[in-house]
């Protein structure tokens, strides 16, 4: 027998739309506060959470400088650019941020020096960055005024500059320099802005997180964590309450570089005290055997543009390119400058390359280079000090400098347009709104 059907209670269905819409209100909610690394032009120290240092877009085809922006302290962390044109980095215990026409907007303090930690940017409007304080910062990007701290568990350092996670939209991933690798909560509600898990290695590290994918190449970036510390690289699991040392493998003492992940490979390449660059596969066995390069290396090693050529800058001065595949040395390298006399010993340096495969890297003779693939030369400039990591943007350069002149070089093409849209190092910017 058929029974007909009852009409739905008006009262029960207002309560399931008023569920509904709270239900998406929350998400949206939720969503908005997410941590998601931003999708700028250089949104964090090595441009992408597999550290390649490398940029689809054409960086400066010569070495015209603007004016410089005089910021009056220590850089020795690479810039992050935001998608309106704002560049932020870390400088002796402040924050700061330079809009593309060269105009400080702002400079708000840490209570210790940045170090070498560059800031990593957020959908939400955040910066990350650590600090000598024991601290992992999160700022506002507009004001520069802190949003909150989470202070490290144990009495170390935070030089790392921070991953943001994309398995979590709720950490960003650093190293102390008391042994320990974090899981930093990023809300600002109590209890959420605070450590979610640490796990204790065999030293203290200045060395950024990689981030390596579930099945090599995918992309996913949801793999394991792929970590240096003192003589050795790690795999680790985020379980999501705690983290898991699931693989080690020992290698030389490991002094500021961080390791990078093949996006197409999942091929790990890391630099060491030892004199050798190191090439693993994701299960951390030799892909080929370490290359001696004769010196120590300090830097961390960049990818070329089509993923086929390893770049590595030694304390001796010289800029190594080797096969990604089988290590053998590239015609036309190593470059050393004229002098023979330039080094690379800061800690956490890199080279940058961009669309069309040039290198750009500075060292201790105070000189920014550009080289094309082929190892030629093709623009030297001396800036007032010893430069930071470069920065690519759209037909430029950023280069903070370490020491000297304490100055934020930009290597653009000459501003075009109105006050009102100037072109200016490939962004457009009101210049006349302070």
Same mark, same amino acid.
């Given at each position: 027998?058929?029974?007909?059907?009852?009409?739905?209670?008006?009262?029960?269905?207002?309560?399931?739309?008023?569920?509904?819409?709270?239900?998406?209100?929350?998400?949206?909610?939720?969503?908005?506060?997410?941590?998601?690394?931003?999708?700028?032009?250089?949104?964090?120290?090595?441009?992408?959470?597999?550290?390649?240092?490398?940029?689809?877009?054409?960086?400066?085809?010569?070495?015209?400088?603007?004016?410089?922006?005089?910021?009056?302290?220590?850089?020795?962390?690479?810039?992050?650019?935001?998608?309106?044109?704002?560049?932020?980095?870390?400088?002796?215990?402040?924050?700061?941020?330079?809009?593309?026409?060269?105009?400080?907007?702002?400079?708000?303090?840490?209570?210790?020096?940045?170090?070498?930690?560059?800031?990593?940017?957020?959908?939400?409007?955040?910066?990350?960055?650590?600090?000598?304080?024991?601290?992992?910062?999160?700022?506002?990007?507009?004001?520069?005024?802190?949003?909150?701290?989470?202070?490290?568990?144990?009495?170390?350092?935070?030089?790392?500059?921070?991953?943001?996670?994309?398995?979590?939209?709720?950490?960003?991933?650093?190293?102390?320099?008391?042994?320990?690798?974090?899981?930093?909560?990023?809300?600002?509600?109590?209890?959420?802005?605070?450590?979610?898990?640490?796990?204790?290695?065999?030293?203290?590290?200045?060395?950024?997180?990689?981030?390596?994918?579930?099945?090599?190449?995918?992309?996913?970036?949801?793999?394991?964590?792929?970590?240096?510390?003192?003589?050795?690289?790690?795999?680790?699991?985020?379980?999501?309450?705690?983290?898991?040392?699931?693989?080690?493998?020992?290698?030389?003492?490991?002094?500021?570089?961080?390791?990078?992940?093949?996006?197409?490979?999942?091929?790990?390449?890391?630099?060491?005290?030892?004199?050798?660059?190191?090439?693993?596969?994701?299960?951390?066995?030799?892909?080929?055997?370490?290359?001696?390069?004769?010196? $120590?290396?300090?830097?961390?090693?960049?990818?070329?543009?089509?993923?086929?050529?390893?770049?590595?800058?030694?304390?001796?001065?010289?800029?190594?390119?080797?096969?990604?595949?089988?290590?053998?040395?590239?015609?036309?390298?190593?470059?050393?400058?004229?002098?023979?006399?330039?080094?690379?010993?800061?800690?956490?340096?890199?080279?940058?390359?961009?669309?069309?495969?040039?290198?750009?890297?500075?060292?201790?003779?105070?000189?920014?280079?550009?080289?094309?693939?082929?190892?030629?030369?093709?623009?030297?400039?001396?800036?007032?000090? $010893?430069?930071?990591?470069?920065?690519?943007?759209?037909?430029?350069?950023?280069?903070?400098?370490?020491?000297?002149?304490?100055?934020?070089?930009?290597?653009?093409?000459?501003?075009?347009?109105?006050?009102?849209?100037?072109?200016?190092?490939?962004?457009?910017?009101?210049?006349?709104?302070?």
């Amino acid at each position: 027998m058929l029974h007909p059907k009852r009409p739905v209670p008006r009262f029960l269905l207002l309560s399931v739309l008023y569920a509904a819409l709270a239900l998406s209100m929350v998400l949206r909610a939720r969503d908005s506060s997410a941590t998601v690394l931003l999708d700028s032009s250089w949104p964090m120290y090595g441009h992408d959470v597999k550290h390649t240092f490398r940029s689809a877009l054409l960086g400066p085809t010569d070495g015209h400088l603007l004016d410089p922006t005089p910021i009056g302290n220590a850089c020795q962390g690479q810039a992050a650019v935001t998608s309106d044109g704002v560049f932020v980095f870390g400088c002796g215990s402040s924050t700061v941020a330079v809009r593309a026409d060269g105009l400080l907007l702002w400079r708000t303090l840490l209570e210790e020096q940045a170090s070498i930690s560059g800031p990593a940017l957020d959908t939400s409007g955040f910066l990350y960055v650590g600090s000598r304080d024991n601290q992992l910062w999160k700022k506002d990007l507009v004001t520069g005024d802190a949003a909150c701290r989470t202070k490290a568990l144990e009495q170390g350092d935070i030089k790392s500059s921070p991953t943001i996670s994309v398995k979590f939209p709720d950490r960003v991933y650093v190293l102390d320099t008391n042994k320990f690798l974090y899981a930093m909560g990023t809300g600002e509600t109590p209890g959420t802005c605070a450590p979610i898990w640490s796990v204790r290695l065999e030293r203290g590290s200045v060395s950024s997180v990689s981030l390596a994918d579930t099945s090599p190449g995918n992309g996913d970036a949801a793999g394991n964590l792929v970590v240096a510390a003192g003589k050795s690289v790690y795999l680790v699991d985020d379980g999501g309450v705690s983290g898991t040392v699931v693989a080690s493998r020992r290698i030389g003492r490991i002094r500021g570089a961080t390791p990078l992940v093949h996006p197409d490979t999942g091929n790990i390449y890391l630099g060491s005290m030892d004199h050798r660059l190191y090439a693993l596969r994701p299960d951390l066995t030799d892909l080929f055997p370490p290359v001696d390069l004769g010196s $120590r290396i300090y830097s961390s090693a960049a990818l070329s543009a089509d993923g086929t050529t390893i770049y590595v800058p030694t304390d001796r001065g010289r800029v190594y390119a080797l096969d990604a595949a089988t290590g053998a040395a590239r015609a036309g390298f190593p470059y050393v400058s004229p002098s023979q006399k330039n080094r690379f010993k800061l800690a956490g340096y890199a080279p940058v390359v961009d669309g069309a495969g040039n290198i750009f890297f500075g060292g201790n003779d105070d000189h920014v280079r550009a080289l094309a693939p082929d190892g030629s030369l093709v623009w030297d400039v001396q800036i007032g000090g $010893r430069p930071a990591a470069a920065t690519i943007v759209d037909g430029g350069l950023l280069v903070p400098s370490v020491d000297g002149d304490f100055m934020l070089h930009r290597f653009c093409p000459d501003p075009t347009g109105p006050p009102e849209a100037e072109s200016v190092c490939g962004f457009t910017i009101d210049t006349t709104v302070p």
